[in-house]
């Protein structure tokens, strides 16, 4: 099967900073990127949908201008939070789908934590 | 909207034993669904899926079955391995044609299995 990484894996970062999350498929080419959330002991909320070369589209209830996310090339993807809070400390998750793989593939998610 | 309920875990259970997941589903249309695995440290990995009623799904052992009368996807396996220990995630896709998981996908709020030797 294809292979999605993100980096980093663990970030720890204080209050009012940015944060920036890269998702890559490594070895397709991802015309679709999803990122999600997850809570502790809770399912995995899907934030937004990007399209290569297109602005994200963006789940009811999620600031986009909070997440901000970036699909310019095939097999690249960024969520940067910005002037992150606390609240925002949480595990996220990307997945890729490409034109040849009829499937989402997931990465193995970055642990935010905000101080 | 369209929502997916499991059953609450942990799981915990010996090797060999019988493994019953139960989820369900709400959604308008007719939608695919999913079971997604999760192993520690790793990303989540499509175990198996339904696209249509009466429809099995069935790897490593796994099975469930698209009940659309009791809208459930039950997933079960007759004899448990200390290495399915994992996180299982119920899923259903709101573009039910072809059986790819492309759409958007509504996530359950997963179950932990712990297989003990």
């Known amino acids: 099967g294809a292979v999605v990484s993100q980096h980093p894996s663990r970030v720890i970062c204080k209050s009012g900073t940015s944060v920036k999350i890269e998702c890559r498929s490594l070895?397709?080419?991802?015309?679709?990127m999803f990122w999600y959330r997850q809570f502790p002991k809770q399912s995995l909320m899907l934030m937004a949908t990007s399209n290569e070369g297109s602005k994200a589209t963006y789940e009811q209830g999620v600031e986009k201008d909070k997440f901000l996310i970036n699909h310019a090339s095939l097999t690249l993807s960024t969520l940067t939070v910005t002037s992150a809070h606390p609240e925002d400390s949480s595990f996220y998750i990307c997945s890729a789908r490409g034109t040849i793989y009829n499937e989402q593939f997931f990465g193995p998610g970055t642990r935010l934590t905000v101080l | 909207g369209d929502s997916v309920t499991q059953m609450e875990g942990p799981v915990t259970l010996s090797e060999e034993a019988f493994l019953t997941i139960n989820c369900t589903y709400t959604?308008?249309?007719?939608?695919?669904l999913f079971w997604y695995v999760q192993y520690p440290g790793e990303g989540l990995q499509l175990l198996l899926k339904a696209t249509k009623a009466d429809d099995k799904g069935s790897n490593k052992g796994f099975e469930a079955t698209y009940r659309k009368e009791t809208t459930s996807f039950h997933l079960e396996k007759g004899s448990v391995q200390v290495s399915d220990s994992a996180v299982y995630f119920c899923a259903l896709s709101d573009q039910g044609a072809g059986g790819t998981s492309y759409g958007k996908l509504t996530f359950g709020q997963g179950t932990i299995l712990t297989v003990h030797p």
């Open positions: 959604a308008t249309g007719y939608p695919s």
């Open positions: 070895d397709f080419q991802a015309t679709t």
